[in-house]
């Protein structure tokens, strides 16, 4: 299952939220929307840096979210911003890209994402997106989003 989503962030400069006050987007895939239950990319702003997000591969069991990697900071999540989050059998994988030129490079913050860990496998194929930011400034536009089952 693959699911591709491609985003305009209402903040430019690429911290993606209204504010550094633990504000995320969840991108969910072979998830149960009933049990809520299943793996996701979590983009996250934190007062790390006014420029960047960091975002972390999940794992959510009955409502309950857990880190699965370490975080990474990028500047990518800028319009157009696409990311892709991925399981082909027991790996989960995801990436962010932005066809928005860098403004600066740092060590500490990367121009794009790929992440990747071993996971248990399970049979659900729900997808869903949780955005906890603010609106207007702080908002995502959602401008594309594709889903493909293997």
Known sequence: MSVSL????AKS??????????????LFIKYDTQTLSGYGLRI???????????????RYENGVSSELTAPVSS??????CTITVTVSGNKLTAGA?????????????QPYVNLETEIIPNSFGGTGIQ????????????????????
């Open 6 to 9: 491609t985003v305009a962030p």
């Open 13 to 26: 400069s690429g911290q993606g939220f209204g504010s550094a006050t633990g504000q995320y987007m969840d």
């Open 44 to 58: 996250l702003r934190t007062p790390k840096y006014g420029d960047a997000v960091d975002f972390v591969l999940m």
């Open 75 to 80: 500047d990518a999540y800028r319009t157009n």
């Open 97 to 109: 890209v932005t066809d928005t030129p860098a403004r600066t490079e740092r060590d500490q913050v």
């Open 131 to 150: 955005h906890t930011g603010t609106t207007g400034g702080g908002s995502t536009w959602l401008r594309h989003l594709a889903i493909t089952w293997e």
